[in-house]
């Protein structure tokens, strides 16, 4: 019989796996524009600051992710948001599993997303 951990573990992987699956398409590749060649447009609104890094990040990898998938992207930062355009709080913002904000602002402004505040 197994024990309640080591169903726990298993089901855990198994969700993992069926969530990456349905997520990519059960495909290794980047997703990419829409079959018809049309690229879909995407404002991303920001409005958590440094209080909250981990969330705060969020706007600037799915950016980052979208534009090199070969969609229009836009970022628009309102409310505390708007604190992580300075180059102290940037520098010094580190999300929870995530490489530091100020990769990820970096990675946006190599691709030339516009970030309005």
């Known amino acids: 019989m197994t024990s309640r951990r080591e169903f726990l573990e298993a089901a855990g992987h ?3 796996t069926a969530v990456l699956v349905t ?9 990419s524009a829409p ?8 404002l991303l609104v920001g409005l958590v600051g440094s209080e909250n890094p ?7 990898v799915w950016a980052a992710a979208l534009q090199e998938a070969g969609h229009e992207i ?4 309102a409310g505390d948001a708007t604190v992580l355009m ?21 990675k946006v402004i190599e691709l030339g997303i516009p970030i309005f505040v």
């Not at 997520?23 to 997703?31: K, L, Q, V």
């Not at 079959?35 to 995407?42: P, S, Y």
């Not at 929870?96 to 990820?104: C, D, K, L, Y």
């Open 14 to 16: 198994a969700c993992a």
């Open 23 to 31: 997520a990519t398409g059960a495909t290794a590749e980047a997703p």
């Open 35 to 42: 079959a018809t060649g049309e690229k879909q447009r995407f």
């Open 54 to 60: 981990t969330r705060a990040n969020f706007p600037f």
């Open 74 to 77: 836009r970022i628009e930062l």
């Open 86 to 106: 300075r180059r102290a709080v940037a520098d010094n913002v580190t999300p929870v599993g995530w490489p530091p904000f100020r990769e990820a602002l970096a």
